[in-house]
């Protein structure tokens, strides 16, 4: 094997700039998305330093940050609304995407689900029992009547609840939808998890309910998007709607 006698650290756009823009005015970036590709790049530069690659630790010269947790777009329950209300061109993608607001299922679920997921829930009523594509783990998920009704659920049918969706019309499709409902914020299908558990939070949901739903390891990622919760997780199915309430 050569030794590698020249290093060339190469420029990678990162957030919509570039890595040596980084480098020079890094400490504006503190959300978590940016820190998973900061730190593996400052260990990165440990390595090369370690293994006399580099004469100098780059890392002595960057001061250290700490992430800021930067919420995301959700829908409000006003938006939820407006969405149930207006039409789609692709009907399935409408109904996937009001269905993941309802149950906060991601996009990688929401393509793999099958009406055979769909099975008694022990507190009564039906949820969805998978093993999710994305952590591999477990997840029990009660799911409402008007859940149910929107999917067009049957015991007697068989295969893809959502059969014919495609990942790809969760871009231009979903976007001209969503615009289409005059709604402006920049919401992509993983919005609809976040507007579940904003949704659920403020309607008082427990916490640890909503952990659970979610298949979240951790409390603090549940905490994101929690001040004041108290509730069930039988009752939480219960208390996302595309109803208006008078």
Known sequence: MHECKTVTLRTRPLKGRM???????????????????????????????????????????????????????????????????????KPILKTASLFSCMTSLRISDILSLCWEDIVDYSAGGKCVHIITQKNKAEDIIPISEEALGLIGYSSEKKGLVFKGLMRSW??????????????????????YRRTFATLQAAAGTDIRTIQSIMAHKSITTTQRYIKVVDANKREASKKITLTRQD
Not at 30 to 36: A, G, I
Not at 175 to 183: L, M, Y
Request: positive net charge.
């Open 19 to 89: 890595m040596s823009f980084y480098l020079d005015y890094y400490p504006g970036y503190r959300d978590k998305e940016t820190m998973k590709v900061i730190r593996p790049f400052r260990g990165f530069l440990k390595i090369l330093y370690r293994n006399g690659m580099i004469k100098t630790n780059v890392n002595d010269f960057l001061e250290k940050i700490e992430t800021e947790d930067v919420m995301k777009e959700a829908l409000s329950v006003e938006e939820l609304y407006k969405l149930a209300e207006t039409p789609c061109k």
């Open 170 to 191: 969760t871009q231009i499709p979903m976007k001209e939808w969503i615009r289409s409902a005059g709604i402006t914020k920049n919401i992509t299908f993983h919005s």
